[in-house]
């Protein structure tokens, strides 16, 4: 049987095989993952048709493939696994170290979430060297983290024993500093290539105003708990509030939720709002579909199920494509402000900020308020400024007084 790359979509050219997890020879169950795709968007898994096993690798490691490329050569049937070395074995074998025992060196793969796949993929991170802290010894991301912490405070690459006794000699007798070299990740690539593409494309300009979020954070606290039992355990945040904010706005600003084809510009009847999230391979987009017809429990749920799938690398290109306007929360981190970036073809990326108490004069009098910045990076284009300021200011209204949104006012 032949094991072929999955058929990509029109927006996707290529792929680059990730990682393979399993060997020449070793034996596998139906629906095992024998190897993952990453693309520009997403990492695809390719898994096991039937009981069988790899016979031969055609595409290694690194190496690009197109739609239906063939990968490997499969064998179906039933039997034990055949003790052959993966690369990294052979490469250590080859390498004559002398460190590691036999034991060590035909030690079995541990079983490792997604996540922790790619992120040890990523870093370097050997995970026969990984003891595994979730249940039934699971390989976590925190478990990679760990490991990638601790070889940072040695100061060797980490999963890379055999390197590591000649890497900190080299440290003492030479006195220089260690630096690692990793690929970018095809991910981090067109990302880098989309937000550089967006700045040299665009008119883009940012705006500012500053939110009062006192009113739903009084809502929120006086709901929360009844807002959860009602709806199974599905938590109220503060970003459903701005994306129903936001979809309210976008109606009455049209251009805000348009986008540019060429020479014509694309005004569309619906609202799909991008919510940047992020996860192990960086920062990802995921589209919340017709937000301006779901509740606010639907949409907490949606963008509770997009972080599980990000941290997970489980998002598929459907949760990717598309979208008309896109929400950014580095509040999450920390940040006070910040100007966003478009995500082509949108016109307008709306950024939130940290929440603070600042003092604020309201009627005469200086009181502590719960303060957030709010950014609107715009196209120019086809975007004035005006109306990209009537546009936040409108947001910012409905933010402070919700009820606006309900009497549609």
Same mark, same amino acid.
């Given at each position: 049987m032949e094991i072929k790359a999955p058929v990509f979509p029109e927006s @996707?050219? *290529?792929?680059e095989v990730a990682s393979w997890h399993v060997a020449e020879g070793q034996w596998v169950s139906r629906d095992e @993952? +024998?190897?993952d795709i990453e693309t520009d968007k997403v990492v695809l898994e390719v898994v096991a048709p039937a =009981?069988? /096993?790899i016979t031969k690798i055609v595409k290694t490691t690194g190496e690009t493939v197109l739609s239906e490329a063939l990968l490997a050569e499969f064998e179906a049937g039933e039997g034990e696994a055949i003790s052959v070395p993966s690369d990294s074995t052979e490469m250590a074998a080859d390498a004559g170290d002398s460190s590691m025992s036999g034991s060590e060196v035909n030690r079995p793969m541990p079983v490792a979430s997604p996540a922790a796949r790619k992120l040890a993929e990523e870093s370097g991170v050997d995970l026969r060297g990984i003891q595994g802290s979730g249940k039934s010894g699971l390989v976590t991301k925190e478990d990679i983290l760990s490991a990638v912490a601790k070889a940072q405070d040695i100061g060797v690459p980490p999963g890379d024993p055999a390197n590591q006794t000649q890497s900190q000699a080299a440290m003492v007798e030479t006195g220089e500093r260690i630096e690692r070299r990793v690929p970018m990740t /095809? +991910? /981090?690539?067109s990302i880098a290539k /989309? +937000?550089? *593409?967006a700045q040299q494309t665009a008119a883009m300009l940012t705006t500012f105003n500053e939110v009062d979020m006192s009113a739903i954070m009084s809502l929120r606290a006086q709901y929360k708990e009844a807002f959860e039992k009602a709806h199974s355990g599905t938590r109220l945040g503060f970003m459903s509030f701005f994306v129903r904010a936001c979809t309210e706005a976008l109606k009455r600003f049209p251009a805000v939720n348009a986008s540019i084809d060429g020479n014509d510009i694309v005004y569309h009847g619906y609202q799909d709002v991008g919510v940047a999230v992020s996860s192990p391979r960086g920062l990802v987009v995921p589209v919340i579909r017709d937000a301006d017809s779901l509740t606010l429990a639907e949409v907490e749920e949606q963008i509770? @199920?997009?972080?599980e799938k990000a941290q997970n690398a489980q998002l598929s290109i459907e949760d990717m494509t598309g979208g008309t306007f896109t929400i950014s929360n580095g509040g999450v981190f920390g940040s006070m402000l910040s100007t966003p970036i +478009?995500? =082509?073809p949108q016109t307008a990326i709306l950024g939130m900020h940290k929440i603070q108490d600042r003092p604020m004069a309201i009627d005469g009098q200086v009181v502590v308020r719960p303060m957030m910045y709010l950014a609107l990076s715009y196209d120019h284009r086809? @975007? *004035?400024?005006q109306e990209a300021v009537r546009f936040l200011v409108t947001v910012k209204d409905f933010l402070e007084e919700p009820a606006r949104i309900l009497l549609d006012i």
């Open positions: @996707i050219a *290529d792929g @993952i +024998l190897v =009981p069988g /096993r /095809r +991910l /981090r690539a /989309r +937000l550089v *593409d509770k @199920i997009f972080g +478009l995500n =082509p086809l @975007i *004035d400024g």
